[in-house]
T-cell receptor
Framework: NAGVTQTPKFRILKIGQSMTLQCTQDMNHNYMYWYRQDPGMGLKLIYY???????DKGEVPNGYNVSRSTTEDFPLRLELAAPSQTSVYFCASSYSVRNRYSNQPQHFGDGTRLSIL | QKEVEQNSGPLSVPEGAIASLNCTYS??????FFWYRQYSGKSPELIMS????GDKEDGRFTAQLNKASQYVSLLIRDSQPSDSATYLC????????????FGTGTLLAVQP
C-alpha cells in the first residue's frame, strides 16, 4: 500500500517559472491537503479539498492553485515562482470526519523540496 | 488568530528517562488533538491522537488533554535515542473540514 505519493522529491526552479507538484493517494480518502514547511517552522496549510471538484483556501494560498478532478489526485500549481516559495511541500490525506467530536488523522507524503533561485 | 504554542527546545533527556512535551492552543472549538513525530528531513508521522479529557496510553507514549485549560501534553517513557526528533502538536480547527493547525514543534534529544 503506497499511501500518499508525492513527485518530484526535489526540484530547482528559476524565478518566474511554473511547475506542478503531484500528489496521489490510494487510501480512498475524501480529504486532501497541501502544506508548506519553512526551516524551523510548523506546517502552514496552503489549500485543501473535501472531495472531487471541491477545493478551498488555507492559511497561505497566494501564489498557488489547486484542482481536484479525482478522489486520488490533488496537484498543486505554482504559476510564477518566487524565492519566497522556496520550501518543503507536504501533501496529506484523511478520511472524512467520523463525527463532531472525533476527527480523522491526516497521513503525509514524503514531501517535495523546492528551491527557487 | 488561532495559535499553537510549543517550547521549541531542544529538550535534552538521558536515555531511559521520561520526556515531557507540552502544547497550548487558542481555539476553544478544537475537538481532536494529534501528535506527530518528524525526523530531520522527513515527513510528519502520526504517533498519538486524543479526543477526550484525560490520559490516553499507547505503548511508551501517553497523551494528556485538558480542554478547560487548553492544554495537551505528550509523555514518552523509557526514552530511546531513536525518539530524538521534532514533535508537532496539531489540534483540529474548522470542524468538519478536518483541518489541523500545527505548532512549530519541540526538538527532543535523547542522550545515550
Amino acid at each position: 500500500n503506497a499511501g500518499v505519493t508525492q513527485t518530484p522529491k526535489f526540484r530547482i526552479l528559476k524565478i518566474g517559472q511554473s511547475m506542478t507538484l503531484q500528489c496521489t493517494q490510494d487510501m480512498n480518502h475524501n480529504y486532501m491537503y497541501w502544506y508548506r514547511q519553512d526551516p524551523g517552522m510548523g506546517l502552514k496549510l496552503i489549500y485543501y479539498s473535501v472531495g472531487a471538484g471541491i477545493t478551498d483556501k488555507g492559511e497561505v494560498p497566494n501564489g498557488y492553485n489547486v484542482s481536484r478532478s479525482t478522489t486520488e489526485d490533488f496537484p498543486l500549481r505554482l504559476e510564477l515562482a518566487a524565492p519566497s516559495q522556496t520550501s518543503v511541500y507536504f501533501c496529506a490525506s484523511s478520511y472524512s470526519v467520523r463525527n463532531r467530536y472525533s476527527n480523522q488523522p491526516q497521513h503525509f507524503g514524503d514531501g517535495t523540496r523546492l528551491s527557487i533561485l | 488568530q488561532k495559535e499553537v504554542e510549543q517550547n521549541s527546545g531542544p529538550l535534552s533527556v538521558p536515555e531511559g528517562a521520561i520526556a515531557s512535551l507540552n502544547c497550548t492552543y487558542s481555539d476553544r472549538g478544537s475537538q481532536s488533538f494529534f501528535w506527530y513525530r518528524q525526523y530531520s528531513g522527513k515527513s510528519p508521522e502520526l504517533i498519538m491522537s486524543i479526543y477526550s479529557n484525560g490520559d490516553k496510553e499507547d505503548g511508551r507514549f501517553t497523551a494528556q488533554l485538558n480542554k478547560a485549560s487548553q492544554y495537551v501534553s505528550l509523555l514518552i517513557r523509557d526514552s530511546q535515542p531513536s525518539d530524538s526528533a521534532t514533535y508537532l502538536c496539531a489540534p483540529t480547527v474548522g470542524g468538519a473540514t478536518n483541518k489541523l493547525i500545527f505548532g512549530t514543534g519541540t526538538l527532543l534529544a535523547v542522550q545515550p
